[in-house]
């Protein structure tokens, strides 16, 4: 007994609704420096993220893609079955977190609930080590590079401005213009890294059905992808917004520059080599890094904590709820 096309365009859908999730949470991510900081208005600072967000697809390949599709479980035990789980899973843990305030990964959410169903339906030898080596040390690395980074970026600029003897009135304005290209480029980014993430679900997906002949990435899995999260990104996540933006440190232009332009490198650096990244973690590092510049009190560390256990949990939560979808869809599915 196979699943049938019908099937299989829905599990689609149902990837890019992930994807829609993805944008939506990760908006904060996006523009909750721009908007705290008040240099553009909630309704621009989405509609300027979702842009990047989309043309991402011109600048990054699908190294990505490659790694989450197959080179982290092994496809050919892989069905329609378990990535709908897998689907399931890390959707419900992005609304859960959602619900709660918490910026966690849903990236991590993503290979979670994946790994989860897999498992579940053919045990750990399903797993590819090696996939997930760098992947799970980047769980730790990524807040401490973007921490680094934004902390060391700060300390520059706080040395540039007091070289050049600039007043708070000339420092605000150009770090407002500033702000814009470095929100622009985190934007392209968190596009780059998190929409190959659903491209590699999908094309796992093609290829379990039989509708590809072999692993590659189509245009129009591409160009669904990057749309779905930009139309994510421009619905908002304004509660996340507020826990990135305003409680984690206080934030003016120029900690906004220094902590997006910090994990745009980051982020961009991780994409080349084919790393998926949680841009939630180092946006939320380098947050923390600039904000601990002035004194490490600046920062509601309380506040830092409760993400961190969120960040902790994602992995196994996401895959405990898949590994119980993929038991319960299977009653009535193909394993």
């Not at 500033?178 to 094309?203: C, E, P, R, V, W």
């Amino acid at each position: 007994m196979t699943v049938g096309l019908p099937f299989t365009i829905f599990v689609i859908f149902l990837a890019l609704g992930f994807d829609f999730t993805n944008g939506m949470h990760d908006a904060a991510n996006s523009i909750s420096t721009i908007v705290s900081t008040r240099v553009l208005s909630p309704k621009l600072a989405v509609i300027w993220a979702a842009f990047f967000n989309f043309i991402a697809f011109m600048i990054f390949g699908t190294t990505v893609a490659q790694t989450i599709g197959h080179g982290m479980i092994d496809v050919n035990t892989v069905t329609p079955t378990v990535i709908f789980a897998g689907l399931v899973g890390a959707i419900g843990w992005n609304l859960i977190t959602w619900y709660f305030g918490l910026p966690s990964s849903s990236s991590h959410a993503l290979i979670g609930g994946y790994a989860g169903a897999a498992i579940v339906k053919g045990g750990f030898g399903v797993i590819i080590p090696r996939g997930w080596y760098t992947t799970l040390a980047f769980i730790a690395l990524a807040p401490l590079i973007g921490l680094v980074l934004g902390f060391g970026l700060k300390i520059l600029t706080s040395w540039v401005i007091h070289w050049r003897e600039q007043s708070p009135q000339t420092v605000d304005r150009w770090s407002r213009i500033a702000q814009l290209f470095s929100a622009a480029a985190y934007s392209l980014g968190h596009g780059g890294n998190d929409a190959q993430k659903t491209m590699g679900i999908t094309t796992g997906l093609l290829f379990a059905a039989g509708l590809i002949p072999e692993f590659k990435v189509p245009l129009w899995v591409v160009l669904t992808a990057h749309a779905a999260i930009a139309m994510g990104t421009l619905s908002g996540g304004w509660r996340i917004v507020k826990t990135m933006g305003q409680r984690i440190t206080k934030l003016r232009p120029v900690d906004g520059f220094c902590a997006e332009t910090a994990s745009a490198a980051s982020i961009f650096t991780a994409t080349h080599l084919g790393v998926p990244v949680s841009t939630t973690h180092v946006i939320t590092g380098a947050i923390s890094g600039v904000g601990s510049v002035n004194r490490l009190s600046a920062v509601r560390w309380n506040v830092t904590t409760r993400i961190v256990w969120a960040w902790i949990f994602t992995i196994p939560a996401a895959a405990i709820i898949a590994g119980l979808v993929y038991l319960l869809a299977r009653l009535v599915l193909p394993a």
